[in-house]
C-alpha cells in the first residue's frame, strides 16, 4: 500500500489530510478481510461480496450513508489504481450500488447565537492559567475562522503562520488538490490571531503551525471536530461541526447580498453549481418570511 499512498500524495496531488482518510479506510478494509476470509489480504483476490459484506456491517454498526459512500469511494480508487497496473482486471467497486444521501444542509447557527458565542470566548475567568489561556483563545479563533471565512476542516488543520498576512489583511489557503486561494481577514479577526499566538508561544516555541494542540503539536481532524462541538454546544444546531459553520458562512454572506462568484471564490468550490446548493437556505428562509409577513401567503 505504500506505493499507492505515494501516488496519491505525489501523483494525485492530494492533501496529507486526504491521503491519511483513504489509507485508514483500506487498512479498515484490509484488517476486516483478512478476519472474515481467514486469508491475508490480497488485491487479486477481492471480489465485490467481500466490498458490500464490509459496507453492511459498517452500516450496522451506525455508520451515515455519507461515510458509507465514502470507504466505496476509497477502495474504488485503490482498486483503479490496479487496473491500470494491471494487477486485476475488474474494479469490484464497479456497479456497487450504495445508498443514497440525505439531501438535507445543515442548519447554520443564527446570527445572535454567534454574536453571543464569539462575546463569551473574550471573557477570560479569574486567576486563568497560561494553558487555560492558550486553550479558550484557540477555541475561539477556531469558531471566528471557520465563520468569518468558510474554510473546510482540512484547510484549517493545514495552516501555518506564515500563511497569514497582517500588512495585506489576508490569509493564503491550501484547499483540495493543492489549490491555493487567498481570503480576506477583518483587522479584529488579525487581532484575535496575534493574541492566541501571544499565548500559545508562551508555552510552545515557534511551533510552525497556526493551530496546535496541547503538546505544541498541529491538531488533526479529530481534535478540530471536538473543540467545534464543544464551542457550539449552547447554539441551536443539531450538527454541531466544522461543515455546520462553513454553511453559516456562506448563508451569512447570502444574506448579506454577496453574489454568487464571489462565494464560490471564497469557499473555493471548482464548479458554481457546487455554490448554488448554498441558495436552498436563503430561499427557504425567504419563504419562511413570505409565509409570516404577506397577507396573500396563506389564502
Excluded at 290 to 298: G, I, L
Aim: net charge positive; aromatic share 8%.
Amino acid at each position: 500500500m505504500k506505493d499507492y499512498e505515494a501516488y496519491l500524495r505525489y501523483e494525485l496531488n492530494r492533501s496529507q489530510y486526504t491521503v491519511n482518510v483513504y489509507m485508514a479506510d483500506l487498512r479498515r478494509f484490509a484488517s476486516w478481510y483478512a478476519e472474515d476470509t481467514h486469508i491475508p489480504f490480497s488485491v487479486a483476490a477481492v471480489e465485490q461480496r467481500h466490498v458490500r459484506a464490509w459496507l453492511a456491517q459498517r452500516a450496522r454498526e451506525g455508520c451515515s450513508p455519507r461515510s458509507l459512500r465514502r470507504f466505496a469511494s476509497s477502495l474504488a480508487a485503490f482498486f483503479r489504481y490496479h487496473q491500470r497496473l494491471g494487477t486485476i482486471s475488474r474494479n469490484p467497486c464497479q456497479d456497487l450500488k450504495l445508498p443514497k444521501m440525505s439531501s438535507a444542509l445543515p442548519t447554520p447557527v443564527r446570527e445572535e447565537e454567534m454574536e453571543r458565542l464569539l462575546a463569551a470566548d473574550t471573557i477570560a475567568p479569574p486567576a486563568e492559567t497560561s494553558l487555560e489561556r492558550f486553550s479558550r483563545l484557540r477555541g475561539a479563533l477556531i469558531i471566528e475562522l471557520l465563520y468569518a471565512t468558510g474554510m473546510r476542516r482540512a484547510e484549517i488543520i493545514s495552516l501555518n503562520d506564515i500563511d497569514i498576512s497582517p500588512a495585506q489583511c489576508t490569509l493564503k489557503v491550501r484547499g483540495k488538490r493543492g489549490k491555493e486561494r487567498i481570503l480576506p481577514l477583518a483587522p479584529q479577526l488579525l487581532q484575535h490571531i496575534d493574541e492566541y499566538r501571544a499565548a500559545r508561544d508562551v508555552i510552545f516555541a515557534a511551533p510552525g503551525p497556526l493551530l496546535v494542540g496541547n503538546r505544541g503539536k498541529r491538531l488533526n481532524f479529530n481534535s478540530i471536530a471536538s473543540i467545534v462541538k464543544i464551542e457550539l454546544g449552547s447554539t441551536h444546531v443539531s450538527r454541531k461541526s466544522p461543515h455546520t459553520l462553513r454553511h453559516t458562512f456562506a448563508t451569512a454572506m447570502l444574506r448579506g447580498g454577496a453574489d454568487l462568484r464571489t462565494l464560490k471564490e471564497l469557499l473555493g468550490h471548482s464548479s458554481l453549481a457546487t455554490t448554488q446548493i448554498y441558495t436552498h437556505l436563503s430561499v427557504e428562509e425567504l419563504k419562511k418570511n413570505y409565509n409570516q409577513a404577506h397577507p396573500k401567503a396563506k389564502k
